[in-house]
């Protein structure tokens, strides 16, 4: 993939003004922070465990995922994100990385210096309200992983899943929810789902099966969103307005 000609100043406005409303002069001082835009191949490693981080980064295009590993080697996924994600706001005052965020697809990373993203904040508070609302709304999506996880039926598990990819495609201005290509593999829904990924597939051919979706291997329909939001628990409330 070559380097996007998206402005990632244009980009990032739109997505913070979206949190919090952004005035003329906020939207200066944000221009005036030095950026830098390359592109990035699937899987690569974008923050590792244990890293010592001194940019911000943003997501321009492509899909990634954060994920822990247990001393086993079992890798747990415990988010998806697609274009416009902040990818390690946390970086800003914890600048150890206690986890690692990797690229799904080929994909456009825009970082921003720590420093200088910090001192933005400091001297423009609507823009450290929107940075901080982002966080909390992730904080909020990280909590509905733990019930999907922990409570719910592997079925069940994987429809919140794909419902909670779609609305969230939507609310970025990347699609109707009803239809869109699933950039996550079988393995990657299963690690992010805690299960197998012959799990997985069993409840994706499930869902096939009852009419809720429509499968062509990576493309996604969702036949009846109302019936595929019962099937999968899902209330988009906890997304607060970022679906």
Known sequence: ????????????????????????????????LRVRVRSAHPLESLVRHGDIVRECAFLLEGFAFRHKVAANGGRQIVSFHIPGDVLDGQHMLLSRADHNVQTITDAVIASIPVASLRKLTEERPAVAAALWKDSLIEA??????????????????????????????????????????????????????GLTAIHVNRMLRALSEEGVIERDRRDVRIADWPRMQRAAEFDPDYLHGAA
């Open 1 to 32: 993939m070559t380097v996007t000609t998206i402005d990632p100043f244009d980009f990032l406005i739109r997505k913070l003004d979206r949190l919090h409303p952004l005035n003329a002069a906020d939207h200066l001082a944000i221009r005036t």
């Open 140 to 193: 909020s999506i990280f909590r509905e992983w733990v019930l999907n996880v922990g409570r719910r039926d592997a079925k069940t598990r994987v429809a919140h899943m794909l419902c909670e990819f779609a609305a969230r495609r939507e609310a970025a201005g990347l699609g109707s929810p009803e239809r869109f290509d699933l950039p996550m593999s079988q393995e990657l829904i299963a690690d992010a789902t």
